[in-house]
């Protein structure tokens, strides 16, 4: 036996053993870990009688081969613990689906939580994905599996999405801020930025990280980030005499994870003086 290979079936070339192939002079050809670059090759076996003079042909037959889908590590998934407890009930798994598919067309994606599953397509995740961090400051980061599949040809990748939980800060209420008023209208120019290392003092985690501050007059912009106080060195409290409460947003600036807290301000009346004449 010897078998032999052509790209046009014109022109043909005995095959010999090499890493791809085995037993090329044995009545039955091993194929392993075909690359793209021989796809449509032919294969046919030239069969020798030994003793009886001839020389036959086998059929030929047709290698097919399939490229897989192309495999990148896409950026991890990263999502601010929402309520301290370090679960997160809301990876949108499916937000990075483009990112892995990498303008491929034709190809399915799926994730998975063991490689196993990946490989053979089973226990995709559906929906919304939940972690559980662990450790509120160091969170336990978790990879999953991911399968992209030709829907065409059944071909199929694996690579791997990490997921990360980053912890908000945990800051406390500050004490109230105690200034005085110079003419007894209980309105009064405030340094805001004074009270930023009382604030992140009052922060458990938030030493060796950038830490954004800014001050809102509600609840609600502290929480969008919206409407800060354009200049807190320089604040009045024009709406709120004599005492007020403002919404302190940390931020932090590399996860964009923040926290709110409450500062309370109080303005002092100085004492009157009554002085009598004599």
Do not use: M
Not at 27 to 53: C, H, M, Q, Y
Not at 153 to 177: F, K, M, Q, R
Not at 180 to 209: K, M, P, Q, R
Not at 218 to 237: F, H, K, R, S, V
């Amino acid at each position: 036996y010897q078998w032999e290979f052509s790209f046009d079936g014109i022109e043909w070339q005995n095959v010999e053993e090499t890493v791809i192939f085995s037993g090329s002079t044995s009545s039955s050809l091993e194929i392993n870990n075909l690359p793209t670059s021989i796809d449509n090759i032919k294969l046919r076996a030239l069969v020798d009688r030994v003793g009886f003079g001839c020389t036959i042909y086998s059929d030929e037959s047709t290698i097919l081969v399939n490229p897989l889908p192309i495999i990148t590590i896409p950026s991890a998934l990263e999502e601010c613990d929402d309520d301290f407890d370090g679960i997160v009930s809301y990876f949108d798994l499916e937000s990075k689906t483009e990112e892995i598919r990498n303008n491929q067309s034709g190809i399915s994606v799926t994730y998975h939580e063991t490689q196993e599953q990946a490989e053979n397509g089973l226990s995709p995740i559906i929906g919304l994905y939940t972690i559980n961090s662990g450790d509120l400051n160091n969170p336990d980061n978790q990879t999953l599996f991911v399968r992209l599949e030709n829907d065409e040809t059944g071909c199929a990748s694996t690579t791997t999405l990490d997921l990360i939980v980053n912890p908000l800060p945990l800051v406390s209420t500050p004490p109230i801020y105690e200034i005085c008023d110079a003419n007894y209208d209980g309105v009064t120019t405030i340094d805001l930025t004074l009270l930023d290392t009382t604030i992140l003092d009052g922060c458990s985690n938030c030493e060796d990280e950038e830490i954004n501050i800014t001050y809102h007059q509600t609840q609600l912009e502290a929480d969008n980030g919206e409407n800060a106080i354009a200049n807190p060195d320089i604040y009045q409290n024009l709406t709120s005499p004599f005492t007020q409460e403002l919404f302190v947003r940390l931020e932090n600036e590399e996860t964009l994870c923040y926290s709110t807290t409450v500062q309370g301000i109080v303005i002092n009346i100085p004492a009157t003086i009554n002085v009598s004449d004599y």
